[in-house]
């Protein structure tokens, strides 16, 4: 049909049988036109529809039977159409539309069954295009844009498609768009095949199953959700090879993995959520080999098992989140092995198990929360391995269990708390094995357990808080290892409701007007060296616990009288402070450490400033208070000794007492308080 130039051919087909020994050719130079509406049309060979260059060739298969032995080429080298609106077209072999460079064939499905035992090439060297809105499309393999130079397309707004794997932009370019029916495959779909292709999904629509997915096999792959129904069955790769780059766009629409979701297996990875639902059965792992980027900032991502950023080492994972939700059933890592950078402005994440930063040697992890909230379900690592970094300007951060800041020996872990909310259910651990620092400039810190710095020997940990406030019920400065307390500025605000204990290699210090509220709790002092701890020299210790909790107080000075020197660098306070306004506070003074293994006398406690509120009782237990300023009140209480004033001229009249206006009473309680000093002395 149409065999020479210029030429023209039509052959209709309504019933009976055609069949041919060899091939058929619809189009050889001219134009050649086929319409089947029935019968069976056979072909021994091979079955081509615009065959020579500048040749057209069209088949239309309304109803019947095509059957082809050999293949079937639709634009061999000239122009081809093949229009399918019934029938069975069953080919045994392969189906090529744009055979040949500079060729071009589509194909129009919209009713009947199409099959082919083979694969189906899509723009095999030439260009080709394939749109079904229905009927069926059965094939081993589809090829979209298969050798280098060549282009495919394939559209498919209604019926099905079925097929062992596909590739999109094998060697060529490949661009598959579905905003209806159903795409199956039993094997792999893979966008962007070897060097220098490129293979794009565009799913608006209809569903879409495979076995595996890679975006970016060897070279550019993009698949970009705006609808319908992703589901695969094992794993999504993007970014699979060296020089790879996969991207993927979520935006609405559901994704369904049942295996595990590499982001930058190999090859450069990015993932793209404003909208719709992410799901996967088991982990996700961003930048294993590659450079992966997850940019999350709409919809829910929910991840089985566990979430990691940076897994080989040399490579960066990051994930920012700025909306939506993101859910990991397992742990999440950020630097297994490698190095991973969370960025939260916004939205949710929800961890299951723990969250480490800095995982395995030589790996570091950061997190940066400047807003939204961060739950674990267990504890959160900041320096497991390696080297972690937890930055937060603003949001929520919770642990249901402990916070852990250089966890192993050689580790380091950084918290930068400058606004917003963290709490931990148990423990807050400033280097357990390693080095920790927590600097606090702002925002609210909630130990539900106790605050360590410096859990085990060879351990060393820094809190430094400037502003904000914290509250924990103990507070271990220094336990076996070195720990540092640092109340860096008069607006920081420290509750302790248990026990506050500095041990042997402990470390404080205080800017004037430094503050910790007692609240029911009680001092220790393991220290022997008083200068380790000259901020007690600038800070107010207030007790104001209630009936209830009678709280000691460890007293680690020598006792050298009523002179000047006890105030110096001899564990002495700038104030002790009993009660504040309704509150209550009992003390009683305590000699269990020797504090003072050079001094063989007794201990005592020196204090720049006294105030003793309503109700409160202060018991000396036979040991020497030695004060320069002091406020009692009259219905206060002071057991087992009276406290001594030092003559007020001993210090500059600079230093003094800020609290509270009390009841006019209470003056003349004081003066009828030093009166009884004053004949005590006197006898």
Same mark, same amino acid.
């Given at each position: 049909?149409?065999?020479?130039?210029?030429?023209?051919?039509?052959?209709?087909?309504?019933?009976?049988?055609?069949?041919?020994?060899?091939? +058929?050719?619809? #189009?050889? !130079? @001219?134009?050649?036109? %086929?319409? *089947?509406? &029935? $019968?069976? /049309? =056979?072909?021994?060979?091979?079955?081509?529809?615009?065959?020579?260059?500048?040749?057209?060739?069209?088949?239309?298969?309304?109803?019947?039977?095509?059957?082809?032995?050999?293949?079937?080429?639709?634009?061999?080298?000239?122009?081809?159409?093949?229009?399918?609106?019934?029938?069975?077209?069953?080919?045994?072999?392969?189906?090529?539309?744009?055979?040949?460079?500079?060729?071009?064939?589509?194909?129009?499905?919209?009713?009947?069954?199409?099959?082919?035992?083979?694969?189906?090439?899509?723009?095999?060297?030439?260009?080709?295009?394939?749109?079904?809105?229905?009927?069926?499309?059965?094939?081993?393999?589809?090829?979209?844009?298969?050798?280098?130079?060549?282009?495919?397309?394939?559209?498919?707004?209604?019926?099905?498609?079925?097929?062992?794997? +596909?590739?999109? #932009?094998? !060697? @060529?370019?490949?661009? %598959?768009? *579905?905003? &209806? $029916?159903? /795409? =199956?495959?039993?094997?792999?779909?893979?966008?962007?095949?070897?060097?220098?292709?490129?293979?794009?999904?565009?799913?608006?629509?209809?569903?879409?199953?495979?076995?595996?997915?890679?975006?970016?096999?060897?070279?550019?792959?993009?698949?970009?959700?705006?609808?319908?129904?992703?589901?695969?069955?094992?794993?999504?790769?993007?970014?699979?090879?060296?020089?790879?780059?996969?991207?993927?766009?979520?935006?609405?629409?559901?994704?369904?993995?049942?295996?595990?979701?590499?982001?930058?297996?190999?090859?450069?990875?990015?993932?793209?959520?404003?909208?719709?639902?992410?799901?996967?059965?088991?982990?996700?792992?961003?930048?294993?080999?590659?450079?992966?980027?997850?940019?999350?900032?709409?919809?829910?991502?929910?991840?089985?098992?566990?979430?990691?950023?940076?897994?080989?080492? @040399?490579?960066?994972?990051?994930? *920012?989140?700025? $909306?939506?939700?993101?859910?990991?059933?397992?742990?999440?890592?950020?630097?297994?092995?490698?190095?991973?950078?969370?960025?939260?402005?916004?939205?949710?994440?929800?961890?299951?198990?723990?969250?480490?930063?800095?995982?395995?040697?030589?790996?570091?992890?950061?997190?940066?929360?400047?807003?939204?909230?961060?739950?674990?379900?267990?504890?959160?690592?900041?320096?497991?391995?390696?080297?972690?970094?937890?930055?937060?300007?603003?949001?929520?951060?919770?642990?249901?269990?402990?916070?852990?800041?250089?966890?192993?020996?050689?580790?380091?872990?950084?918290?930068?708390?400058?606004?917003?909310?963290?709490?931990?259910?148990?423990?807050?651990?400033?280097?357990?094995?390693?080095?920790?620092?927590?600097?606090?400039?702002?925002?609210?810190?909630?130990?539900?357990?106790?605050?360590?710095?410096?859990?085990?020997?060879?351990?060393?940990?820094?809190?430094?808080?400037?502003?904000?406030?914290?509250?924990?019920?103990?507070?271990?400065?220094?336990?076996?290892?070195?720990?540092?307390?640092?109340?860096?500025?008069?607006?920081?605000?420290?509750?302790?409701?248990?026990?506050?204990?500095?041990?042997?290699?402990?470390?404080?210090?205080?800017?004037?007007?430094?503050?910790?509220?007692?609240?029911?709790?009680?001092?220790?002092?393991?220290?022997?060296?008083?200068?380790?701890?000259?901020?007690?020299?600038?800070?107010?210790?207030?007790?104001?616990?209630?009936?209830?909790?009678?709280?000691?107080?460890?007293?680690?000075?020598?006792?050298?009288?009523?002179?000047?020197?006890?105030?110096?660098?001899?564990?002495?306070?700038?104030?002790?402070?009993?009660?504040?306004?309704?509150?209550?506070?009992?003390?009683?003074?305590?000699?269990?450490?020797?504090?003072?293994?050079?001094?063989?006398?007794?201990?005592?406690?020196?204090?720049?400033?006294?105030?003793?509120?309503?109700?409160?009782?202060?018991?000396?237990?036979?040991?020497?208070?030695?004060?320069?300023?002091?406020?009692?009140?009259?219905?206060?209480?002071?057991?087992?000794?009276?406290?001594?004033?030092?003559?007020?001229?001993?210090?500059?009249?600079?230093?003094?007492?800020?609290?509270?206006?009390?009841?006019?009473?209470?003056?003349?309680?004081?003066?009828?308080?030093?009166?009884?000093?004053?004949?005590?002395?006197?006898?």
């Amino acid at each position: 049909m149409g065999l020479n130039a210029g030429s023209t051919g039509t052959y209709e087909l309504r019933g009976g049988q055609l069949a041919t020994g060899y091939d +058929q050719y619809v #189009g050889w !130079k @001219g134009t050649g036109r %086929f319409r *089947q509406t &029935g $019968g069976t /049309n =056979t072909v021994q060979y091979k079955l081509y529809i615009g065959f020579g260059e500048g040749s057209s060739g069209t088949y239309e298969l309304r109803g019947g039977q095509l059957a082809t032995d050999n293949g079937q080429y639709v634009g061999y080298k000239g122009s081809g159409r093949f229009v399918q609106d019934g029938g069975t077209n069953a080919v045994r072999t392969y189906l090529f539309l744009g055979y040949r460079e500079g060729s071009g064939g589509s194909y129009e499905l919209n009713d009947g069954e199409l099959s082919s035992g083979e694969h189906q090439g899509i723009g095999y060297a030439g260009a080709g295009l394939f749109t079904q809105k229905g009927g069926t499309n059965t094939a081993r393999g589809l090829f979209l844009g298969w050798l280098e130079g060549s282009s495919g397309t394939y559209e498919l707004d209604g019926g099905e498609l079925r097929t062992y794997s +596909q590739f999109v #932009g094998d !060697k @060529g370019t490949g661009l %598959f768009r *579905q905003a &209806g $029916g159903r /795409n =199956t495959m039993s094997h792999r779909l893979y966008l962007g095949g070897d060097r220098g292709s490129s293979g794009t999904y565009e799913l608006s629509g209809g569903e879409l199953q495979a076995g595996e997915q890679v975006v970016g096999l060897g070279s550019m792959g993009h698949l970009r959700q705006t609808g319908g129904v992703n589901t695969i069955s094992d794993d999504l790769t993007i970014g699979h090879s060296g020089g790879s780059v996969g991207r993927y766009e979520l935006r609405a629409g559901e994704l369904w993995c049942g295996g595990r979701q590499y982001i930058g297996l190999f090859g450069a990875g990015v993932f793209v959520q404003t909208g719709g639902c992410n799901a996967t059965q088991g982990e996700v792992w961003i930048a294993t080999g590659a450079p992966g980027l997850f940019v999350h900032k709409g919809g829910t991502n929910t991840v089985g098992e566990d979430l990691g950023l940076g897994f080989f080492q @040399g490579f960066t994972g990051t994930y *920012q989140l700025s $909306g939506g939700g993101l859910r990991s059933g397992g742990d999440e890592y950020l630097g297994y092995d490698g190095l991973g950078v969370f960025t939260q402005t916004g939205g949710t994440n929800t961890i299951g198990g723990a969250l480490y930063l800095g995982y395995g040697r030589p790996s570091a992890g950061t997190y940066e929360l400047r807003a939204g909230e961060v739950w674990s379900g267990s504890h959160q690592y900041v320096g497991y391995g390696g080297q972690g970094t937890f930055r937060q300007t603003g949001g929520r951060n919770a642990t249901q269990q402990g916070l852990w800041l250089g966890f192993l020996p050689g580790t380091a872990g950084t918290y930068e708390l400058n606004a917003g909310g963290l709490w931990s259910g148990g423990d807050q651990c400033i280097a357990l094995l390693g080095t920790g620092l927590f600097t606090q400039t702002g925002g609210t810190n909630t130990v539900g357990d106790s605050l360590y710095l410096g859990r085990y020997p060879g351990s060393h940990g820094v809190y430094s808080i400037s502003r904000g406030s914290l509250r924990a019920a103990n507070v271990y400065v220094g336990g076996q290892g070195a720990g540092t307390l640092e109340i860096a500025g008069p607006a920081a605000k420290i509750a302790v409701s248990e026990r506050l204990s500095f041990g042997p290699a402990s470390t404080f210090t205080a800017v004037s007007g430094g503050t910790i509220h007692m609240t029911g709790a009680v001092f220790d002092n393991h220290s022997t060296d008083p200068a380790a701890l000259a901020g007690l020299g600038s800070l107010s210790l207030i007790f104001d616990g209630g009936t209830e909790d009678v709280c000691t107080l460890e007293v680690g000075g020598e006792d050298l009288g009523a002179e000047p020197e006890g105030l110096e660098l001899n564990f002495a306070l700038d104030a002790l402070k009993l009660g504040r306004g309704r509150d209550v506070g009992l003390v009683q003074l305590v000699d269990e450490f020797d504090n003072q293994p050079d001094w063989e006398g007794a201990e005592a406690l020196y204090v720049k400033h006294l105030f003793v509120g309503r109700n409160c009782q202060l018991d000396l237990a036979g040991l020497n208070l030695y004060y320069l300023h002091g406020v009692v009140h009259p219905q206060a209480q002071i057991l087992g000794g009276v406290p001594t004033q030092m003559p007020p001229g001993l210090l500059a009249e600079s230093a003094r007492l800020e609290m509270a206006a009390i009841p006019e009473p209470a003056a003349l309680g004081l003066i009828l308080l030093g009166a009884l000093l004053m004949m005590r002395r006197r006898r």
